[in-house]
Nanobody, 124 residues
Framework: QVQLVESGGGLVQAGGSLRLSCAAS????????MGWFRQAPGKEREFVAA????????YYADSVKGRFTISRDDAKNTVYLQMNSLKPEDTALYYC?????????????????WGQGTQVTVSS
């Protein structure tokens, strides 16, 4: 079992930055691939970024590539999402998720554990 708690969301102007954190419980955090997803009102949940447990490889959605960076600190059981050059279209509820799959995956149904989400709002 893994419990995930996101933090770091808020209101920021376009062009600004935020860093999201996701703290995980459990002693096997280092064995999970971690992902970030987001969901805007009236839209489906979409993949943002993921980082594998096996090699630390990362994968990003095209919409955030070059602006967002995912990282993990296994000693702290925490995964981060650094978001720079934020745009109004980045406004959404951001979720952290965990999966046993050893490579980054973009499919929500492959993630077994989810946090409650943290709201990010980018004003124009």
């Amino acid at each position: 079992q893994v419990q995930l708690v996101e933090s770091g969301g808020g209101l920021v102007q376009a062009g600004g930055s935020l860093r999201l954190s996701c703290a995980a419980s459990g002693r096997t955090f280092s064995s999970y691939t971690m992902g970030w997803f987001r969901q805007a009102p009236g839209k489906e949940r979409e993949f943002v970024a993921a980082i594998s447990w096996s090699s630390g490889s990362t994968y990003y959605a095209d919409s955030v590539k070059g602006r967002f960076t995912i990282s993990r600190d296994d000693a702290k059981n925490t995964v981060y999402l650094q978001m720079n050059s934020l745009k109004p279209e980045d406004t959404a509820l951001y979720y952290c998720a965990a999966t046993n799959i050893p490579v980054p995956t973009t499919l929500p149904h492959q993630y077994a554990y989810w946090g409650q989400g943290t709201q990010v709002t980018v004003s124009s």
